[in-house]
């Protein structure tokens, strides 16, 4: 099983930004953590991340043919992008949304997720586990689809 993990805007920041919201771990430290869980899940993990819309939706669009599920953490683009949500709706690859923050604990925009339209499944406010339980969701879906 081939995932495509994708992170948006400014969670290459992890670590410096907003510790008391997303903690001192590093993005880097994010990375090992998922790909020690998908290891021990028994799943290929592949990684992107950008700070450009248009990169997001060409590395969704790229995914198609070649990737079984995508986890997304979209960043603020959760809040703005109907580009991602079209995205996801044209390669119709079953994604799950995670962030590592709960959207609804903080300011008000942030409580609106245009692309969980397309999402099997949302995590909030998780943390890193967030993604492994969205490995593990998309794990159960797909081998629910055989």
């Known amino acids: 099983m081939n995932i495509l993990i994708i992170n948006g805007p400014n969670l290459n920041m992890l670590g410096i930004r ?3 919201i997303y903690g001192s771990e590093t993005y ?18 592949e990684f992107f991340q950008s700070n450009h819309e248009g990169a997001l939706v ?15 953490n979209p960043g603020a683009y959760t ?4 580009a991602l949500l079209d ?20 300011e008000e925009f942030r409580h609106i997720s245009y692309i969980s339209q397309a999402c099997i499944l949302s995590i909030y406010g ?4 967030g993604y492994r339980e ?4 998309l794990k159960e879906h797909l081998s629910n689809l055989s």
Not at 90 to 104: D, G, K, L, M
Not at 126 to 129: A, D, I, K, M
């Open 126 to 129: 998780h943390g890193f586990l």
């Open 18 to 20: 907003e510790k008391g």
């Open 58 to 72: 060409d590395a969704i669009q790229g995914a198609y043919g070649r990737i079984d599920g995508i986890v997304i």
């Open 28 to 45: 880097e430290d994010l990375l090992e953590y998922i790909k020690n869980s998908a290891e021990e899940l028994g799943v290929n993990a």
């Open 87 to 106: 995205a996801v709706k044209a390669v119709n690859i079953p994604t799950v949304e995670v962030h590592i923050s709960n959207i609804y604990e903080r």
């Open 79 to 82: 809040h703005t992008s109907i």
């Open 134 to 137: 969205a490995i593990l969701a």
